[in-house]
C-alpha cells in the first residue's frame, strides 16, 4: 500500500513542478525587477535632496512605446502559430518582433541623442543627476531588450530545425514571457519617468 502511494507520487510531481528553464527565467525576472526597483528608488531619494533639472522628455519615447507594445502583439502570435503548428507564420511572427524591437532600440537611440540636442547630458560637467538617471534606467532596459532579440533569434533558428511546435512549446514560451516582461516593465518606467518629471 506504502508502495503504491508512492508510486502517484511520483507520477503527480514531475507535472507539478516547474521546467528548470523556466524556473531559471523566472529567478532572471526577479532580479530584473529587483534592480529596477533599486533605481527607482534611488531615483525618488536623489530628486528629493533637491539640485534636480527638469527637461522634457523625447516625443519619440511614446512612439517606442507603441512600437514595443505591437511587439507584443507579434510575440504573441508567434505563440499561437507554434500551438498550432504553423511553421510559416511563425517564423513570420519571430521576424516582426525582431524587426520591431530592433526600431524600439533605434528610436531610443535618437531620442538619447535629441536629449543631447537639448543639453542633457549623461555624465561630464553640465550634467544633471536627472539626466543621468534617465540615461541610465532607459540603457538598462536596452540592454535587457538586446538579451531579448538573442533570445527571439534562437528561436528563429530553433523553427527552422523544427525544434518548436505544438509539442515542445517550452522555449517559445520563455521567450514569450520574457518578451511581454520586457514590454510591462517599459511601460512601468515610463510611466514613473512621467509621473516624477516635475
Known sequence: MNTHKFQVAEEINPNALM???KFILWLFIVSIVMLFAAF???YIVRQSEGNWLIFDFPQLLWTNSMILIASSATMHWAYLMAKQDNM???K???VLTTILGMAFLVGQVYAWADLVENKVFFAGKSSNPSGSFFYVITGMHAFHLISGLVFLLIVFVSTFRNK???GNLTRIEMCATYWHFLDILWLYLFGFLLLNQN
Open 19 to 21: 521546467h528548470p528553464h
Open 164 to 166: 518548436i511546435h505544438s
Open 88 to 90: 510559416g507564420n511563425l
Open 40 to 42: 527607482t528608488s534611488a
Open 92 to 94: 513570420i511572427a519571430v
